[in-house]
């Protein structure tokens, strides 16, 4: 992952209401949920989860369907992932003996 995409993900989940639907879209898992699903779980106004979607959906930390008139968004597991490997790759010296369960994979 290139350091401006990294940077790029991490400003947008560094935002209360952006953290708490990324997390919920984790939850769901690879299926997602429709942007009204999400608004009643969160308690979040349409017009504002709308605009932390797209946020979130610009910086590549989820993605978006539509099935017919909804629109299904889900996270996108390969740029956290990249995410991760970003800001692990040198835990430990790279050593490959990390005693972070994050670094042994």
Do not use: W
Request: proline letters at 2%.
């Amino acid at each position: 992952m290139e350091k401006q995409t990294a940077i790029s993900v991490l400003a947008a989940l560094a935002q209360e209401t952006r953290l708490d639907v990324f997390r919920l879209l984790v939850q769901a898992g690879e299926g997602g949920m429709s942007a009204g699903a999400i608004a009643d779980a969160l308690g979040v106004p349409a017009a504002t989860l709308s605009f932390h979607l797209k946020e979130l959906k610009a910086c590549g930390a989820i993605d978006c369907e539509r099935e017919g008139r909804t629109l299904i968004y889900a996270p996108h597991f390969e740029t956290m992932t990249g995410l991760l490997a970003f800001l692990t790759e040198n835990c430990c010296a790279g050593q490959g003996d990390c005693a972070t369960d994050v670094c042994s994979s």
